[in-house]
């Protein structure tokens, strides 16, 4: 009899574990009929993983990765909270929740406002911030007894929202500390990063969290601030004021052509036009006021009067018997023409052409095969 009764005990041992098939879980209430465990239980702890005993809201017994039989002998705060002085081999009541303290990466946050910042090139500006973090159950005991309790399941969803607000507000303080321009700021985010964890893991410890990682990602920056930018680049590419000047005034008449069928954009194109008249009548201006003084009342121009500069000739460079010749002007092209060096379907080329090309192809060479007779076609 007493062989059968330890047979049937034996399959009726439990076997306590948690296989996790989500990717959020931070706790997992172990669940069984009235939490009554048998004597001699198999407790499987995986990597990643602790399992805490609760025995009538008291935390007692803490497992990390193994595997247990239990008994009197590894449950010792078990056993003094129960009051087994001299063990026991009857089913009892405890609540087993497993605690995962793997890595919770990919974690957002992000400023819940702009933070105000004083700026030496800006005066006084805003900005926001976002980015990534790293979480994982350093205490198991604190983090049951203070944020999950007595939840079946407790999951990162259910967290994020505060660490992302303690994180979120703690940036606002670090950016201006760190005592830099605005337009600087994307280029520290690891040193933002750095001292936002050295800032803010105490906080976290209190609930019994590591926070492994914090990632500054981007700096937002305001949008007069990013106009500010783009003028001063523009400034930098263009050279001068002039120039910036009537970069301007074309940004504006494109900023009004985008707005089809409407009086605004027609008036401020046309005002824009007579500002851009101006702006590129100031280098104009010098010539044309002296050419109107030596003007004479007849119409003719004076002595004072300057004619402008002769135009550059054309040249061409020739593919003359496999080789590169030139560059010739027109009269030598003539004489080329003449001599049967230079044919319709000769290789032709000059600055500012993409590639060699036939000569009749060429639109400034075509007077020169205007009284050249096409060659004559192939008998029938």
Do not use: C
């Not at 009235?34 to 004597?39: D, F, G, M």
């Not at 010792?76 to 009051?83: D, E, H, Q, S, W």
């Not at 940004?251 to 194109?269: E, L």
């Amino acid at each position: 009899m007493v062989d059968l009764w330890k047979k049937l005990a034996g399959e009726l041992i439990d076997i306590i574990e948690w296989l996790d098939d989500s990717n959020n879980t931070l706790v997992y209430r172990f669940e069984r009929m009235n939490n009554e465990i048998k004597y001699g239980a198999k407790l499987t702890v995986r990597e990643g993983q602790m399992a805490v005993f609760i025995n009538e809201g008291q935390m007692a017994d803490v497992f990390k990765p193994g595997m247990y039989t239990l008994t009197t002998q590894n449950l010792p705060i078990l056993a003094t909270l129960k009051g087994w002085k001299y063990g026991f081999e009857s089913p009892f009541k405890a609540e087993v929740y497993f605690v995962s303290t793997r890595k919770f990466t990919d974690l957002k946050w992000g400023t819940p406002g702009p933070a105000t910042m004083r700026d030496k090139e800006f005066g006084i500006v805003r900005a926001t911030a976002f980015g990534i973090y790293a979480i994982r159950v350093k205490d198991p005991g604190i983090f049951i007894k203070d944020i999950s309790g007595t939840e079946g399941r407790f999951t990162t969803d259910q967290i994020q929202e505060n660490l992302r607000g303690k994180i979120g507000l703690r940036i606002k303080e670090v950016m201006p500390e760190l005592g830099l321009s605005i337009i600087d700021l994307e280029a520290k985010v690891s040193t933002m990063g750095q001292m936002l964890r050295e800032r803010i893991s105490p906080d976290f410890e209190t609930m019994g969290l590591e926070l492994v990682e914090v990632q500054v990602q981007d700096v937002g920056l305001p949008e007069e601030v990013e106009k500010a930018i783009d003028k001063r680049g523009a400034i930098a590419a263009v050279g001068n004021l002039q120039a910036y000047t009537q970069y301007e005034t074309a940004s504006a008449i494109k900023d009004a052509a985008t707005t089809p069928n409407s009086a605004a954009g027609a008036g401020m194109g046309l005002g824009a036009g007579f500002a851009m008249g101006g702006a590129m009548a100031g280098p104009m201006g010098g010539a044309m006021a002296a050419g109107a003084a030596g003007m004479t009342p007849g119409g003719g121009m004076g002595g004072a009067a300057m004619p402008p500069p002769l135009p550059s000739a054309v040249a061409f460079h020739v593919a003359i018997n496999g080789q590169q010749a030139g560059p010739f002007d027109m009269t030598a092209l003539q004489a080329h023409l003449t001599s049967g060096t230079l044919k319709r379907d000769s290789l032709v080329w000059k600055a500012g052409m993409a590639a060699w090309a036939q000569a009749g192809t060429v639109p400034e060479l075509a007077a020169l095969f205007a009284n050249m007779p096409p060659p004559i076609p192939p008998a029938a």
